[in-house]
């Protein structure tokens, strides 16, 4: 499976933004769909995720009650809805994909990457 992220950008502190992730290829198999986030000189960090159904999310404790995943398979596409955004949001965001069920917050769990998109909050 292939993905694609897009959405970021530059925004003020307090702010939103919204990532999209969208998938081609072997969409018909079931991925669990994870956000990862690297700033400049961190390694890359677990951010969210959602089940194939969107059922089922799981976040970061740094982003719980400001940012929200949710897919629309029909559209093959998932999305990272980031409201009250922080300068230390500012990273670049990727999307990944897994055919497992589960929570794996380590990046090296995940089979698939998507390119990444930068959001920068500014102050």
């Known amino acids: 499976v292939q993905l694609q992220a897009s959405g970021g950008g530059l925004v003020q502190a307090g702010g939103s933004l919204r990532l999209s992730c969208a998938a081609s290829g072997r969409t018909s198999d079931t991925y669990t769909i994870g956000w990862f986030r690297q700033a400049p000189g961190k390694e890359r960090r677990f951010v969210a995720s959602?089940?194939?159904?969107?059922?089922?999310?799981y976040s970061a404790d740094s982003v719980k009650g400001r940012f929200t995943m949710s897919r629309d398979n029909a559209k093959n596409t998932v999305y990272l809805q980031m409201n009250s955004l922080k300068p230390e949001d500012t990273a670049v965001y990727y999307c990944?994909?897994?055919?497992?069920?589960?929570?794996?917050?380590?990046?090296?769990?995940?089979?698939?990457w998507g390119q990444g998109t930068l959001v920068t909050v500014s102050s």
């Open positions: 990944a994909a897994d055919p497992r069920t589960g929570r794996y917050t380590s990046s090296q769990a995940w089979a698939y």
């Open positions: 959602i089940s194939w159904g969107g059922g089922s999310t």
